[in-house]
């Protein structure tokens, strides 16, 4: 008896299952891929930016003079500044630690007799003082000259600029009155003078600085001011004063304190005659702006006094 036909060619049978498996093999294959390109392009989240925060920190840089006239008698002075009484003064700077800014600075000299001729910024990172001590009789004498850089450290890069003018003012040996104002989106912090015969008047006006600049009768100097101008980060806060009025003939000293959560970057004193500013810098916790003056006045006639007004800078960050 012959077998049936079908079961010489078994594989015949499963003509029909082929597509099916061919398909489930297709759909496990497309699947594979899919979750390992997810995988590959998954995407990490970004940290957040720490919130702007700064301090603010004092430079002092101090050297004695034996003889305050060895800074040489003859222009052009090494110092950069004019002749003076006869002489260059002796300079002293404070500088900056790396990557900090200077927002304003300050002087303090530890003879009555001396007088500052330059307090100013003399680069984004430095604060330069230049003195002079002849007393009243012309000769040389000891003197220690105190820079002070106040320097901002802070956790970005803050965009500080320094706007300078040297105004035409007349050699008759008088105080000038004169303004240099920061650019406009910008915040004054502090501001100096250089290379006047002595001043006294340094203080914060609106948005920049004002100094009474004077040269001496005859002479051909050119005294400069300066106003320190920060943008990035930085918002003005206030400027409180004090004000004082002692005897003539009687020296005195200021001080002036920022509110509470903002910045002390500098400040300035205005005294009416009878003055000389032996310091104008703040204390070395950074929260008093101190000015003092010895009193040159002659004591004499009836009872009188002189004004004294000091300033404070402060800033906030944001």
């Given at each position: 008896m012959r077998s049936p036909r079908h079961s010489r060619f078994p594989f015949l049978a499963l003509l029909p299952l082929i597509p099916l498996v061919m398909a489930l093999v297709a759909c496990g294959a497309t699947t594979s891929i899919?979750?390992?390109t997810a995988t590959a392009t998954k995407v990490a989240p970004t940290a957040t930016p720490p919130p702007p925060s700064a301090s603010m920190l004092q430079v002092v840089a101090a050297q004695h003079f034996a003889d305050s006239k060895s800074g040489g008698t003859t222009a052009p002075c090494a110092n950069g500044d004019p002749l003076i009484n006869g002489d260059c003064g002796q300079t002293v700077t404070a500088t900056c630690a790396s990557g900090d800014v200077v927002l304003g600075g300050g002087f303090q000299v530890d003879d009555p007799l001396a007088f500052v001729t330059s307090s100013f910024p003399s680069g984004a990172t430095a604060w330069t003082v230049t003195a002079h001590d002849e007393g009243q009789d012309g000769g040389s004498h000891p003197v220690t000259i105190t820079a002070y850089a106040e320097c901002l450290h802070a956790n970005f890069t803050a965009v500080v600029s320094i706007a300078s003018s040297t105004p035409n003012?007349?050699?008759?040996?008088?105080?000038?009155?004169?303004?240099?104002?920061?650019?406009?989106?910008?915040?004054?912090?502090?501001?100096?003078?250089?290379?006047?015969?002595?001043?006294?008047?340094?203080?914060?006006?609106?948005?920049?600085?004002t100094v009474g600049l004077g040269i001496q009768q005859g002479a051909s100097t050119k005294p400069s001011l300066y106003a320190l101008c920060a943008g990035k980060h930085l918002v003005a806060a206030?400027?409180?004063?004090?004000?004082?009025?002692?005897?003539?003939?009687?020296?005195?000293?200021?001080?002036?304190?920022?509110?509470?959560?903002?910045?002390?970057?500098?400040?300035?004193?205005?005294?009416?005659?009878?003055?000389?500013?032996?310091n104008l810098a703040a204390n070395s916790a950074l929260t008093q702006w101190l000015a003092t003056i010895s009193a040159l006045g002659v004591v004499g006639g009836p009872p009188s006094t002189y004004a004294v007004a000091e300033y404070a800078v402060c800033v906030t960050v944001s």
């Open positions: 899919v979750g390992s003012i007349p050699n008759d040996s008088n105080f000038h009155e004169v303004s240099v104002n920061c650019p406009a989106g910008s915040v004054v912090t502090g501001g100096g003078f250089r290379g006047t015969n002595s001043t006294q008047e340094i203080i914060p006006a609106a948005n920049g600085w206030s400027m409180p004063m004090t004000t004082a009025n002692p005897n003539l003939g009687t020296g005195t000293s200021l001080t002036v304190s920022c509110p509470a959560a903002s910045l002390l970057t500098s400040g300035g004193v205005h005294t009416v005659s009878y003055g000389n500013l032996t």
